[in-house]
């Protein structure tokens, strides 16, 4: 090992400390906070989550309760949480006025896709997303986007605390990174890397098995079959409308598979849920920006954010007689504005087989 790797370990080790004991700091004398992370968590939530509650819970009588507002729909979600023991609250259930500190988590005031709750302000916010401007009087802060997974950055304030634990805990951390990395394959950075490596002796595979295999409702087959039939081709940008979605988060998982039709480097997957349009954005292409584009695409209409290669957004509607035809035509044109193709005409079948033809070449990565 050079001298160089030594140093910049060493650096790490106390930029770790420095950022733990400030964590701590702001959290002083606090014993019942409230740890939120955004809506519809998916499992790298719902691990950060839990992994900040054990940090906390490490302080003499502290009691941490993880809440949550919109839908744990996804089935590998709910047997995360049966296989971690993991107790969630929903947030419109709770009484505020109970808790003393809030935690928001994997995500950041003002960003558009958490709930908080009324008369209670953050006084930490820890989350690998591209920094708000809502942030401004929060005592400690820690973002930092070089992470692929909120996780990841935690784990850092949990190996410095010297916390152990157990397989089940593990297999939830791994998967949390397998899962918003796509097995490190999106936007993993260094730490991801090394903890994805390091987890591995640990995991129960049989538990994970149980996870990711989870067993789908049928509603969840017909979403990903309407998106198919609706879905519409602009040269490598390819926009898909699966309907009345089951639950909201239901459109990232349709994008990112309809990522890998062969033709494609951008996927746009959309629906709607109790009178908002939910929308996400994904990329192949590095500096795709997804996050600064959904953003765009929604100006002045919706709010949105993300990643590089990965973002989402939302349209509330106003009126309960909203024209649904309308509103997705609309996000559909500003889509192919934004993408630069509105002079290109789509394909409205991408996935008619052509005698004789296997796949088309991409035109980029």
């Known amino acids: 090992m050079t001298q160089r790797r030594k140093t910049d370990g060493r650096r790490r080790r106390l930029a770790s400390s420095e950022r733990l004991r400030r964590f701590r700091a702001a959290l002083s004398g606090r014993r019942r906070p409230l740890i939120l992370s ?7 939530a719902l691990a ?48 505020p006025t109970h808790f003393d500190s809030l935690v928001l988590v994997d995500c950041q005031p003002g960003a558009g896709n958490v709930t908080a709750p009324v008369g209670i302000a953050p006084l930490v916010v820890i ?3 591209p920094r708000s401007k809502g942030l401004k009087g929060i005592p400690f802060v820690d973002v930092r986007a070089t992470f692929g997974s909120c996780i990841a950055l935690i784990y850092e304030y949990l190996a410095e605390a010297g916390l152990q634990f157990d397989c089940a805990t593990s ?24 903890l ?21 409702p049928r509603s969840y087959y017909v979403t990903f079959k309407v998106a198919l039939e609706n879905a519409r081709l602009y040269r490598d940008a390819l926009f898909a409308d699966a309907g009345e979605l089951p639950i909201p988060d239901a459109a990232a998982e349709i ?44 100006a002045g209409w919706g709010s949105a954010g993300g990643h590089g290669l990965m973002a989402g957004g939302q349209v ?14 609309e996000l559909e044109r500003r889509f192919v504005r934004t993408m630069g193709y509105e002079e290109i005409p789509p394909i409205a079948d991408p996935f008619a087989v052509i005698p004789g033809e296997l796949s088309r070449k991409r035109t980029g990565r």
Request: net charge negative; with cysteine; hydrophobic share 40%.
């Open 38 to 44: 955004h809506n519809n968590p998916d499992p790298d």
């Open 48 to 95: 950060s989550c839990w992994g900040i509650k054990l940090l906390v819970e490490m302080e003499e009588d502290v009691e941490a309760t993880v809440c949550y507002s919109g839908l744990l729909g996804r089935a590998e979600n709910r047997a995360m949480i049966r296989a971690l023991d993991l107790h969630l609250h929903r947030l419109e259930e709770i009484d």
């Open 127 to 129: 989350d690998h997303h």
């Open 171 to 194: 297999t939830a951390f791994y998967y949390a990174i397998r899962s918003d990395t796509q097995e490190l394959g999106r936007e993993a950075g260094a730490s991801d890397r090394r």
């Open 196 to 216: 994805f490596r390091k987890l591995t002796s640990k995991v129960d595979w049989r538990l994970l098995h149980r996870i990711v295999h989870a067993p789908a």
């Open 255 to 298: 994008a990112d598979w309809l990522l890998r039709l062969d033709e494609v480097n951008w996927a746009l997957a959309c629906g709607t849920y109790r009178g908002k349009l939910h929308f996400s954005l994904r990329s192949l292409i590095l500096g795709a920006h997804c996050g600064a584009l959904s953003q765009q695409i929604v």
């Open 316 to 329: 509330r509607f106003s009126e309960p007689s909203y024209d649904r035809a309308e509103a997705l035509a």
